[in-house]
Structures are given as C-alpha cells and as structure tokens.
C-alpha cells in the first residue's frame, strides 16, 4: 500500500520554527518529484515547496527565505524546515508525490501571535 506519513506538526509562537517530515513506503520515490503543500482553514490548498529527485528546489514567494525542502532518498524522507514562522502559515500541511498522485494525511502547524 502506498503511504506518505507526515509528522512534526504542533503549535508554535511566532518567530518560531519547526521541521516537518515525510516518510515514503516505496523506492519508487526516489525518482519522484515531491511537493509540500499547505491548506488554511476556508483557503484552497497551496503549493509550497517543490523538490526534484536530484535536489532543484521550488518554493512559495509568501516561504522564500524561511522555508527549506530536502530530501533523503536513502530512507526516503522528505522534509520542510520552517523557520520565521508567522500566524499566516498556519495550516495543515501535506507531502505529495507526483508519480501515483500519492497525498498524505496531513499535519496541523498552528502559529500563534
């Protein structure tokens, strides 16, 4: 079964950081492009970061300069370092893989003021 498992969501005051993780079940993910996105309360889900399998990045100019996508191909995790956090980038967060459509289930940041 295919999986994507995202976890390190929490709440954090502003200013604050926090690392989000995604944990893939197949090897096929090493060649899959894999995104970050995020969907607010009432908003449409949004891009945020994009990383290819050999590591070109892609981010959200509202995340530019305070996020950073990575990946571990390796153990097949992909990861969302944010930092600056602001009130605004509370949402819950989702891993994609683009080959399958693969979502994960999500994981709640919540930036308090």
């Known amino acids: 079964q295919v999986q994507l498992v995202e976890s390190g969501g929490g709440l954090v005051q502003a200013g604050g950081s926090l690392r989000l993780s995604c944990a893939a079940s197949e090897s096929i993910f090493s060649i899959s492009i894999m995104d970050w996105y995020r969907q607010a309360p009432g908003k449409q889900r949004e891009l945020v970061a994009t990383i290819t399998s050999s590591g070109t990045t892609n981010y959200a100019d509202s995340v530019k300069g305070r996020f950073t996508i990575s990946r571990d191909n390796a153990k097949k995790m992909v990861y969302l370092q944010m930092n600056s956090l602001k009130p605004e980038d509370t949402a819950v967060y989702y891993c994609?893989?683009?080959?399958?459509?693969?979502w994960g289930q999500g994981t709640q940041v919540t930036v308090s003021s």
């Open positions: 994609y893989r683009r080959i399958g459509n693969v």
